[in-house]
């Protein structure tokens, strides 16, 4: 049996709510946007609405389980030849060139205090993204001198202040080059090495 795809109009629908959020999250801030305002956006109905997500945190949601299917599939080329000795995350390139796509999205949230929701959920789709990598890194004998959960943790609030800093200067420097400043702080702070 295959996997049938959504229909359409569905899709079409959904689409229209999601873009409608973030337009609105660049112009208001997430906090102050209603569900009328979304509706009124995407130009469709209450019910239709409401038969598609809960509430406008479900929407967000939907966006961000988006992003991390993206990033998944994507992580992948970045990700270093077994056989090479050569040890870093996959997630955080295209994380990057994501939000250097996107910069007024995520300037309207990042360190901002309307924010905060969402800022949560992106910092609990990393803690997933990197905890999955986490997993295949620590298997490298010598990355292992650190608990997985203070690992991840650290790993996660080191590129979310980068990630901060790199938006709060409105990003002076190529993703490429926070890319390595984030391998070359974290890399040598989970292995443990003098």
């Known amino acids: 049996m295959t996997d049938k795809k959504p229909d359409r109009r569905i ?14 999250i660049i112009e208001k801030g997430y906090e102050d946007i ?9 130009n469709i109905g209450r019910s239709t609405f409401y038969s ?3 509430d406008k945190e479900m929407l ?22 077994p056989q090479s ?23 309207a949230v990042a360190g901002k205090q309307s ?3 969402v800022q949560y959920h992106m910092k609990q789709m990393l803690f997933d993204l990197i905890g999955e990598e986490i997993g295949r890194l620590l298997l490298d004998n010598r990355l292992s ?11 996660v609030n080191t590129f979310w202040s980068l990630l901060t800093w790199w938006m709060d200067n409105k990003m002076p420097c ?3 080059k926070i890319d390595d400043i984030f391998h070359k702080l974290t890399i040598h702070g989970i292995s443990g090495l003098d």
Do not use: C, W
Not at 60 to 81: A, T, V
Not at 145 to 155: D, H, K, N, P, Q
């Open 60 to 81: 967000l949601l939907s966006n961000i389980d988006q992003l991390r299917d993206l990033l998944k599939n994507q992580s992948r080329g970045y990700l270093p030849p």
């Open 174 to 176: 190529s993703a490429e």
């Open 11 to 24: 899709q079409r629908t959904r689409l229209l709510l999601q873009e409608a959020l973030l337009d609105l």
């Open 85 to 107: 000795n050569e040890v870093r995350f996959g997630f955080s390139m295209p994380m990057l060139q994501h939000i250097q796509s996107h910069r007024h999205i995520y300037s």
């Open 145 to 155: 001198v650190i608990t997985r959960e203070l690992t991840l943790e650290f790993v």
């Open 52 to 54: 598609h997500y809960a």
């Open 34 to 42: 209603t569900i009328q305002d979304i509706i009124d956006r995407a």
């Open 115 to 117: 924010g905060m929701v």
